[in-house]
């Protein structure tokens, strides 16, 4: 072989056997084999062909994030992914001053002898990031759900939506369609709901 060819033959040898790998061992887990990238051919010297190529040590230095981004964070295939800025909480309007809360409009419910169980406050609905309603508040049981306004304008327009399926007393609006209230029922959370005012 021709001393000008063999170098060549060398780099395209240890190119292809690093390219042939198994693709979920990374190179650095391996110091003993070495890559394409850290095989440096050395000139040949003199007639008896090319000395040995010298293995070159990888680098461990951490790539530099810039400045501002979100942090970084490996992903399955080993490369760090960007995560997306958290958004800031939402902010509710407050209930008006003197307005029960969902919370106590539930437990008035309860004291009078009326379905209220497995309340879950659902306020995070009211912001932009859930149904839009821009209510204050909103607690839902199995037997009604009782949003909260910051106003009583705001809390008209929905029960004139809802109409025949909500009850409005102020800023509190009662919505049956969300729990199966019967229309017998109906009456007695109205009857307290509007005793709290």
Known sequence: MNHRILPAVLLLTAALAACGGDPERSPVADPTAPSAASVVPQPPHGPEGPAAPTPVEPSTAAPVEPSGAAPARPSAEGSPQRLPPSPPPVELPPRQ???????????????????????RDRSVDCGPDGLGLGCSELVVTDGVAVYVFPDESSAGDLAERWTGAAYR???VVLNYLEAPTPKADRPRYEKVLAGLR
């Open 97 to 119: 001053a003197g307005a029960p809360s969902a919370r106590e409009v539930v437990a008035a419910f309860r004291a009078a002898g009326l379905k209220a169980t497995n309340s």
């Open 169 to 171: 007393s102020g800023t």
